[in-house]
């Protein structure tokens, strides 16, 4: 096994980019390199994480400018390529209106930012994201976002359900599903997706942010213990 | 005295300020030095009501890198690092425009953290509203909370802690106190000084414009009915701006490219240039042509008083100028050379060469007149002290009045506040909001930081000396009680019209008493802020000094939570427990009424309990340790039961009322649970201290909260007491 090669976006607006690179590197002991979203030609990085934030301050909406940044090409490249692409938050959104990943985030249901740990059920338990989970184990991890709805069209849902790509659910403690364990109002609960080939993940949820004891969780770990298997050749995509 | 009408009225200046000018400048200022003038001698800028007596308060330690006076203080955290932090009112902007008030508050704050080289790391903030039942006080309260949250999330800073509190004094003059933190090495402090003749000034970020033009003056009126039309004056913040300018300015600094740097705030250009020449002795020159400007034809004077947010003043060599150009320019930012610093003092204005001002640098920054106003003791003072208080201890039915307790605005949970804040981001947040003070990681070291803000404004309006000294005592216990030494204070100073001799009483006691508990504490003053003119209609706010208080731990693994953690801990009161309910929550809940005497404050005690807590965490023998305060006794035991459901069976013996002991609110009390084995332990320590301990009884697994006091009982089902307390404040605020 080789060490992935990481990298770790930067919009300008991004704020979760160090503490990505740091959570990397506290799980998996290996560094992340932080990336401009300004790059016209990247490495074969193994990993690309497109974290959390405010790029371009969120204005017009989520994710709409910085998908024409130039480094979002190469991100589309190296995921054409079977490199693994993980987005979290605004990088989900972003990834969204990439349309590297299906769906869109719509303003949070009671309409207020929403901060505090949730409870989600891991639903596919066999992904390059998540396989040091077990199928239906229920995870503490928080979410921080104003938008995070997940919506779709009723095809696109289907299609998810039935390709096993719902990747996440809000839940109640037990791990029981109900529409009010969705903090934002979420389409079926939907919490995280992956794409068709399942090398590109999103997820509103932050896994960065208990990812060490000194926290107060360490759920978010096996994200990246997942990724670090992958991408270190341990999964074939 | 009455006032003629000048051309110095329109800039706030009385006719004698402007004679004081005349004769300083030995001539007559035109109109634009006049403006220049009425905004760095207003209150806002020039702190002329309160600079004699802020020169009161205890500065120095050895902590203390650097003092009142610059954006912010900075106190060494040991390993080379260091802390700057500092608290600001943005008050008045937010009675008009909550969202937008309240969010460029919380930018220019964060700007002050990031001009000292310091890369902002937690924001708190403090806030007080009318009753929530009335329409306009759930307006506030919504936009306040949204406009810190949009602000703070954007800017990717975790807002950690604060405090809230409703009192019909502020229906129309809510506070909005937001103080910022940040780190730093504590050999890299940045100044705003324009230093070495010849470097250049240079205006980074945002365009000038239209914006919060005259500011200054704004907040140094009081507030009427007729103030919708001020909404002009305030001034619209944009984050993501702030954040490039964040990121751009950190980079320079990190790359040694600036001589000195100030954040545009009040007054803007004006009063950045003016305090960056005086501070280094020099004078500034400044083209106004040279102003990127977001609208065509705005006039020298609009140039020199726009409040537009997110700019920056840098002084760079001018070797250096192009290198600053290119990382802003990285971060799709503007920097323009505006002027140059000069060798003659004068702070001067040009406009495509011509001279349109041009006045010492330091008569505008140290030459503003000091007031001492006359004083006199309001009547209400000793009034109220004369209240009847029997309503608690006659009141009996304990458990009802603890659920109403609970369920009160001022002692609900939090929750619906500190949601909306991105309270995590940074990774460094390990003692989360809601408990007594937020602990941060330090990167790269075993250290710890706490940190907290609050006051409590009744006691400062009943008694403003006490009051005051109490929200210094107050604030070193919260810290303290996470395990972390007291380190050093910032302030935010909120009081009605100083021209008014009972409002300055109030103020000149407060000082008094802030000076006396900070110095005891140990705990120096490295900065604050005064906002005068908290009126509305004519009726002043209850005075309040929010006191914004940092600690340190030497471990961060000793951090110690506020709630009980298991069944079958022993729970100990810390202190002295008095018949004291003057100014107590539950008796403004019983007869609507702030009155009676604040519990007296006993230092000495107050300084044994914050050595005795870090002392007692570093062995290791606390479980939880929560500060005694708002609702006594009875709300302490509660909010330690409320976040594990873990219940109580307490049964004690004090020597007051069983009013006084469940709800009365005596200082310099906590309350701890630890495990059976290390009681004999820590009785030894706190003896030692002479701190006084009082066993109550026993964390338990039956879901109930039970106290007996003398013959007198109080039991609810926790869960009950849960439910009303954390549904309180979501029910309050819904529009």
């Known amino acids: 096994m080789t060490s992935p090669r990481t990298a770790v976006v930067v919009f300008p607006g991004s704020n979760c980019d160090r503490d990505n690179v740091r959570s990397w590197r506290a799980v998996t002991g290996l560094e992340a390199e932080l990336v401009w979203h300004k790059e016209t030609s990247l490495p074969d990085y193994d990993l690309i994480i497109v974290p959390g934030g405010f790029s371009f301050g969120d204005y017009l909406r989520c994710g709409a400018i910085a998908r024409f940044s130039p480094v979002m090409s190469e991100v589309a490249r190296l995921a054409a390529r079977g490199s693994l692409v993980l987005g979290i938050c605004n990088g989900f959104q972003i990834l969204t209106e990439a349309r590297l990943l299906p769906g869109a985030l719509t303003r949070n249901r009671d309409l207020k930012y929403i901060c505090k740990d949730v ?80 090398n590109v993940m999103g997820l509103m949820p932050h896994p960065e942010r208990l990812a060490e004891e000194i926290l107060g969780g360490v759920d978010g770990r096996g994200v990246f213990l997942s990724l670090l298997e992958a991408a270190s050749g341990g999964l074939k995509r | 005295m009455t006032d003629i009408i000048g051309p110095w009225t329109e800039h706030g200046l009385t006719e004698d300020e402007h004679a004081r000018v005349v004769e300083l400048l030995g001539r007559v200022p035109n109109r634009l030095e006049l403006a220049l003038f009425g905004v760095m001698w207003s209150e806002h800028c020039g702190y002329k009501n309160s600079r004699a007596l802020l020169a009161k308060l205890p500065v120095d330690g050895p902590q203390v890198l650097q003092g009142p006076g610059e954006n912010a203080g900075v106190v060494d955290l040991g390993d080379g690092l ?91 003059n809510p506070l909005v106190n937001a103080m910022c933190l940040g780190l730093l090495r504590s050999d890299r402090i940045f100044r705003g000084q324009a230093s070495g003749p010849g470097n250049l000034a ?113 002084v760079v060599e001018p070797r250096r100028a192009a290198e600053v150009e290119a990382i802003f320019e990285k971060w799709d930012l503007q920097a323009a050379v505006v002027g140059q610093v000069t060798d003659d003092g004068l702070f001067a204005v040009r406009l495509h060469g011509e ?61 619906w506040v500190y949601e909306q804040y991105d309270h995590m981001v940074g990774l460094n947040t390990v003692l989360r909001p809601g408990g007594d003070a937020a602990v941060l990681r330090l990167p790269d070291s075993r250290k710890g930081l706490a ?10 309006y009943l008694e403003p000396r006490l009051g005051a000294a109490a929200a210094v005592a107050e604030a070193a216990l919260n810290v303290a009680a996470t395990g972390a030494r007291p380190l050093a204070l910032t302030n935010c100073l909120n009081f009605g019209n100083p021209e008014n001799p009972e409002i300055y009483w109030q103020f000149a006691q407060a000082i008094d008493g802030l000076a006396e508990a900070a110095r005891r504490l140990g705990t120096p003053v ?210």
């Open chain 2, 355 to 415: 001279v349109l001002a041009a006045v010492p640098a330091e008569l505008l920054t140290d030459k503003a007149p000091v007031y001492v106003r006359p004083q006199k003791e309001p009547a209400y003072f000793r009034r109220l002290r004369q209240a009847d208080l029997s309503a608690v201890p006659e009141h009996r039915d304990w458990s009802g009045l603890l659920l109403r307790l609970m369920a009160a605005p001022n002692l609900c949970s939090r929750r």
């Open chain 2, 451 to 460: 940190l907290t803000s609050g006051c409590n404004s009744r006691w400062v």
């Open chain 1, 119 to 198: 409870t989600l059920r891991v639903e596919n338990a066999s992904s390059a994201f998540t396989s040091r989970y077990a199928p239906g184990q229920v995870l503490r991890i928080p979410v921080s976002h104003g938008e995070g709805g997940w919506s779709a069209s009723l095809r696109e849902l289907k299609e998810l359900q039935d390709q096993n790509r719902v990747v996440f659910r809000y839940c109640a403690p037990d791990g029981s599903v109900s529409p009010q364990d969705a903090p934002n109002g979420s389409l079926d609960n939907i919490a995280g997706v992956l794409n068709e080939r399942g």
């Open chain 2, 202 to 314: 240079m205006l980074v970020g945002a365009r000038t414009g239209r914006d919060g033009i005259k500011g200054a003056s704004f907040a140094s009126e009081e507030l009427s009915d007729h103030d919708h039309d001020k909404r002009p004056n305030v001034q619209v913040g944009d984050p993501f701006m702030e954040k490039l300018l964040m990121e751009a300015t950190l980079e320079i600094l990190e790359a040694g490219l600036v001589v000195g740097l100030q954040d545009l705030g009040a007054a803007g250009l004006t009063s950045s240039g003016a305090e960056m020449a005086g501070r280094a002795g020099n004078g500034l020159r400044l083209d106004l042509e040279r102003v990127p400007l977001r609208e065509e034809g705005l006039s020298p004077w609009e140039i020199m008083l726009s409040e537009s947010q997110e700019r920056m003043l840098l």
């Open chain 2, 82 to 172: 260091a802390a700057a932090f500092k608290m600001e009112s943005h008050n008045h902007p937010s009675a008009i425009e909550p969202f937008q008030g309240a969010a460029t508050g919380v930018g220019g704050i964060i700007r002050d953290i990031f001009a000292m080289g310091a890369r902002p790391t937690a924001s708190l903030n403090s806030l007080r509203f009318g009753e929530p039942d009335d329409p306009r006080v759930k307006r506030l309260l919504n936009g306040v909370v949204a406009g810190i949250a949009a602000y703070g999330n954007c800017m990717g800073i975790p807002t950690v802690g604060g405090d809230l509190q409703f009192n019909p004094s502020f229906q129309g």
């Open chain 2, 526 to 735: 490295t900065g604050g802020n005064v906002s005068f003119y908290n009126e509305y209609d004519g009726r002043a706010i209850q005075p309040t000094t929010t006191i914004g208080l940092i600690g340190l731990l030497d471990d961060v693994e000793l951090r110690t939570p506020h709630f009980f953690r298991e069944p079958g801990d022993l729970v100990v009161l810390l202190g002295r427990t008095l018949e004291e309910l003057g100014g107590s929550e539950a008796h403004r809940l019983l007869t609507g009424r702030d009155e009676g005497p604040p519990p007296s404050l006993d230092l000495d005690l107050a300084a044994a309990l914050n050595a005795l807590l870090p002392q007692a965490a570093a062995l290791r023998l606390l479980r939880s340790c929560h500060d005694v305060s708002d609702g006594g006794l009875a709300a302490a035991v509660a909010e330690c039961c409320f976040p594990l459901d873990v219940g109580v069976e307490l049964d004690f013996r004090l020597p007051v009322s069983a009013g006084a002991a469940f709800f009365g609110e005596s200082q310099s009390r906590a309350l701890v649970s630890l495990a059976p084995g290390a009681f004999q332990a820590f009785q030894d320590l706190a003896a030692a201290r002479g701190v006084p301990t009082t066993l109550l009884g026993r964390t338990a697994d039956h879901g109930r909260l039970t106290m007996r006091c003398n013959a007198d009982v109080l039991s609810l089902e926790l869960a009950e007491l849960k439910e009303a307390w954390s549904s309180a404040l979501p029910r309050a605020a819904a529009l």
